[in-house]
């Protein structure tokens, strides 16, 4: 079931989404070798108390940290720990906070230090398959329109679209109806209406799509070690696109 939001639930899920925006503008200067994920953690869940809200991911299906920290080759869903980035790491953050009994939730893969060509490469044209998703949106799109975007952009980038993993509806829990994948046909799934409210994510890796995970049956890898990037905005649907409710003009 699509749920199709009111505009005071709207406002409360701008105002979750504006939480987890501040909290990565917030988090980026921290992000240099020499750091522990473990302390991003710790800055980013006092960040979002600090703001009246709560995290979203902190103990949700038994996830034992505030944020994911995926470094390298991870793809999804890394625990913070110990390790420190390294110069030439790339990073992926997700974020999720819940405000009122709403949730943001956006993911960015950040740069540690001087990062090679490649993984530039693989930052650059992951974000622009984002944003490519989100062109697709709007009323009456199907979320097909979305999914085939994306994989067409990756596909002529030679980048690897993870198929395991999908973006979701967004609401009064974190992850919601519908599914919403990151390959697919156009004119297909689900029609959108305004109001409904989706996280885009597409997961690329600069290799293989394939993935796997690792023994602390959380952390997603690519199966052949390559570097993968995230990035996620959450959405609301408008009548002639939509409205980004994770960031802002700044945070593109």
């Known amino acids: ?16 989404g504006h939480i987890v925006y501040l909290t990565h503008k917030y988090l980026e200067k921290y992000i240099k070798p020499g750091i522990t994920t473990l302390e991003l953690d710790k800055l980013a869940h006092d960040f979002v ?19 994911c920290t995926s470094i390298n080759e991870e793809v ?6 110990n390790r420190k980035l390294k110069n030439g790491d790339i990073i992926s953050i997700d974020i999720g906070a819940c405000y009122k009994g709403y949730h943001g939730d956006s993911a960015w893969t950040y740069p540690v230090g001087k990062i090679s060509a490649e993984k530039q490469y693989l930052l650059k044209h ?3 398959a984002l944003y490519e998703g989100l062109k697709a949106v709007k009323e009456n799109c199907r979320i ?3 999914s085939s975007a994306i994989e067409t952009y990756a596909n002529k980038y030679n980048l690897g679209v993870v198929k395991e993993l999908v973006g979701h509806g967004v609401g009064s829990s974190i992850h919601e109806d519908p599914e919403v994948p990151n390959y697919g046909k156009a004119n297909t799934g689900h029609v959108l209406k305004e109001n409904m409210v989706i996280a885009i994510e597409p997961m690329l890796n600069l290799g293989s799509s394939d993935v796997y995970i690792l023994d602390d049956d959380w952390t997603i890898v690519s199966a052949d070690n390559s570097p993968s990037a995230h990035f996620e905005h959450t959405v609301v649907v408008t ?14």
Not at 6 to 14: A, M, N, P, T
Not at 76 to 81: F, L
Not at 239 to 252: Q, R
């Open 1 to 16: 079931m699509i749920s199709i939001k009111s505009d005071y639930e709207i406002d409360l899920l701008r105002k979750a």
């Open 49 to 67: 108390i600090s703001q009246g809200a709560t995290l979203s991911f902190l103990n949700y299906e038994g996830f034992p940290a505030s944020i």
């Open 76 to 81: 999804v869903h890394g625990i913070p720990s």
């Open 126 to 128: 992951t974000k622009e």
């Open 144 to 146: 097909g329109d979305i």
């Open 239 to 252: 009548k002639n696109g939509c409205e980004i409710l994770t960031g802002d003009d700044n945070f593109e």
